[in-house]
């Protein structure tokens, strides 16, 4: 699923960026968690589209880029 940024409560987000991405390193990405779901998106796209998973899909994705 895929988030427009004219998302409502979108504005309020809290975004964090991943241990991984750096400040001057082309490849940033950012998570916010909301009740029930949780975004990702580019921090160097910030108003483009997020991609929205369920809490249990980005457990497992961890889990999976943990391995």
């Known amino acids: 699923m895929t988030i427009k940024p004219s998302g409502e409560g979108l504005s309020a987000l809290t975004w964090v960026k991943s241990s ?36 249990d899909a980005w457990s497992g994705f961890l889990a999976h880029a943990a391995a």
Do not use: F, I, M, Q
């Open 20 to 55: 991984y991405s750096t400040n001057d390193g082309p490849e940033c990405v950012e998570v916010a968690h909301t009740p029930g779901t949780v975004l990702v998106r580019d921090s160097k796209r910030p108003a483009g589209a997020r991609l929205a998973v369920t809490p």
